[in-house]
């Protein structure tokens, strides 16, 4: 598998609001994941990708239990919300399109966030004169926005919240819909996209397989599936193991029921009719290192020790990537 490592990133540019109150965020996170932990009645005793029964205790998350599984390395929590629940809990939420509400910080997003994301995918893409991109789990849609930017591409997203699809159509002006994956495959049936992406979205769905299986009967012969989702066996894990008391991203409960390790992505893409041909690792576990600091000292934010940690985030960052630690990845993937 092609493999390639590191991306830089300035959290300052884009994590403002969470910078300028960690403590803050932690605890509207901690209260959250406890307010709905007392709705969570789903119960989950096998891998969510393989179906394997036999996992090991991995860290556990304002009580929620996250566990990996011993034959393909998936981890997920064994309690969550239904996914009419989680249904609810995305069209009903703001605080996911708050973060990108600001125009400056999504002009950033996109320029270096989603736009090298797409800038790797089209590379692995055949040439095509016309070409149609379904971004599933959109957002407000800055994916839609980087794809067109290319000749000849036309993007559609599908986004939950009420909110993002709002901001996606009237601010960036892009095709966003709120409509439900499935909803959109019975209605199109007959047409075919030369690429599909889920960007974080598999996370967040009680069966991935099915949503994985569905966009394989949606994609051209010779389409791409581009997958981008957190990595479960990364340092910002390690970080939670530690100190779940302070965890306020990656394994958060209740959106994130389960995380994807490179393995447990192959065995997923294999079992639903793909083969991964490519591998990107990166991530923002060590910005993620300096807010458990700040948490954890009193008055590490006013230091110079902070100020110099947060100048080098991609210096240090390169050396948990070159472990395959970073806490994001993107796969491509062919119909097999
Ligand atoms: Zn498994």
């Not at 403002?16 to 009645?41: H, L, S, V």
């Not at 029964?53 to 860290?59: G, P």
């Not at 997923?268 to 009719?273: I, N, P, R, T």
Request: aromatic share 14%; glycine share 6%.
């Amino acid at each position: 598998m092609k493999t390639k490592y590191g991306k830089p990133i300035e959290p300052k540019r884009f994590q403002a609001n969470i910078i300028a109150d960690t403590k803050g965020w932690a605890q509207r996170m901690k209260e959250r994941a406890e307010e709905y932990g007392i709705r969570a009645e789903e119960y989950v005793s096998a891998c969510p990708v393989c179906k394997s029964k036999q996992y090991i205790s991995l860290v556990t998350v304002y009580g929620f239990d996250y566990v990996q599984c011993k034959k393909c390395a998936h981890v997920f929590s064994t309690k969550r919300l239904s996914q009419e629940q989680l249904n609810t809990f995305y069209r009903d939420s703001a605080e996911y399109a708050k973060q990108y509400t600001s125009e400056d910080q999504l002009a950033y997003r996109m320029r270096h966030i989603s736009g090298p994301k797409i800038k790797y995918a089209m590379s692995f893409v055949p040439k095509v004169k016309k070409g149609t991109w379904l971004d599933v789990g959109s957002a407000v849609g800055d994916v839609l926005r980087c794809v067109e930017s290319y000749r000849g591409w036309k993007a559609i997203g599908l986004e939950a919240s009420a909110l993002s699809v709002k901001t996606g159509r009237e601010v960036l002006k892009v095709d966003v819909r709120q409509e439900l994956f499935q909803d959109f495959v019975r209605k199109n049936k007959n047409e075919k996209f030369d690429v599909i992406s889920f960007f974080g979205y598999l996370e967040l769905i009680t069966d991935p397989l099915k949503e994985l299986r569905l966009a394989q009967g949606l994609l051209k012969k010779n389409g791409v599936l581009v997958i981008g989702e957190a990595n479960g066996n990364s340092f910002s894990t390690l970080l939670q193991k530690s100190f779940p008391e302070y965890s306020m991203r990656h394994l958060l409960p209740p959106p994130v029921i389960q995380q994807f390790t490179k393995q447990s992505a192959c065995v997923a893409l294999q079992k639903a009719g793909f083969t991964p041909s490519a591998f990107w690792n990166f991530g923002m576990d060590f910005y993620e290192f300096t807010k458990y600091l700040v948490l954890l000292i009193p008055r590490f934010q006013e230091t110079s020790v902070y100020s110099f940690l947060m100048d080098h985030t991609n210096e240090f960052q390169s050396v948990i990537d070159q472990e395959e630690y970073g806490d994001c990845f993107m796969m491509i993937a062919k119909r097999s």
